[in-house]
T-cell receptor, first 114, second 116 residues
Framework: AQSVAQPEDQVNVAEGNPLTVKCTYS??????LFWYVQYPNRGLQFLLK??????LVKGSYGFEAEFNKSQTSFHLKKPSALVSDSALYFC????????????FGKGTRLHILP | SAVISQKPSRDICQRGTSLTIQCQVD?????MFWYRQQPGQSLTLIAT?????????ESGFVIDKFPISRPNLTFSTLTVSNMSPEDSSIYLC?????????????FGPGTRLTVL
């Protein structure tokens, strides 16, 4: 079955520093990968997706993600973190074996320290 | 994008009672999805609801506990029946929307349920 793994429960970054939230995937066939963000007391918001094409995908709020096939990774990045980026981030994959249902990672809580 | 609203946004309920959560989408969609997010956990798909047919439930979820209605292409309800404290979660409605040649998935704001 398709799956994604987020190895870090929490990531702490000082404001202004670059941030990385890690995600690795396991899929058969072409991976359809996503990042979502959940701010406190709000629903999930779509950040970006990779389907095909350029390995560097740009998304909302200045975030980007790099698809690395050899390392089966799809890490989320931002060059300069803001305190307002503090939230819960989910990596996800479409499971082609389950009618393309989305499977979520466990989530990584990002804390940006002022 | 899709605009999705859910009612109620939050509720506190007594053990043994039932709560029905409503999901309204701003345009017609074929499939609607219901997810559960338990405290500190990721999202777990409960069921997929197609208009005009019975919902398809994921492993570990049953219709008697989580009955779903899908009366039209813009609306669905999820009922959490005979609640226990273990049902305390955020319940999210979601839809697929075609973007180019691919479907994107959009989520409602969620319903935060606390069962005492």
């Amino acid at each position: 079955a398709q799956s994604v793994a987020q190895p870090e429960d929490q990531v702490n970054v000082a404001e202004g520093n670059p941030l990385t939230v890690k995600c690795t995937y396991s899929v058969s066939g072409n991976p359809y990968l996503f990042w979502y963000v959940q701010y406190p007391n709000r629903g999930l918001q779509f950040l970006l997706k990779y389907i095909t094409g350029d390995n560097l995908v740009k998304g909302s709020y200045g975030f980007e993600a790099e698809f690395n096939k050899s390392q089966t990774s799809f890490h989320l990045k931002k060059p300069s973190a803001l305190v307002s980026d503090s939230a819960l981030y989910f990596c996800a994959v479409r499971d082609s074996n389950r009618d393309d249902k989305i499977i979520f990672g466990k989530g990584t809580r990002l804390h940006i320290l002022p | 994008s899709a605009v999705i609203s859910q009612k109620p946004s939050r509720d506190i309920c007594q053990r043994g009672t039932s709560l029905t959560i409503q999901c309204q989408v701003d345009s017609q969609v074929t499939m609607m999805f219901w997810y559960r997010q338990q405290p500190g956990q990721s999202l777990t798909l409960i069921a997929t609801a197609n208009q005009g047919s019975e919902a398809t439930y994921e492993s570990g979820f049953v219709i008697d506990k989580f009955p779903i209605s899908r009366p039209n292409l813009t609306f669905s309800t999820l009922t959490v029946s005979n609640m226990s404290p273990e049902d305390s979660s955020i319940y999210l409605c979601s839809v697929d929307r075609t973007s180019g040649s691919y479907n994107e998935q959009f989520f409602g704001p969620g319903t935060r349920l606390t069962v005492l």
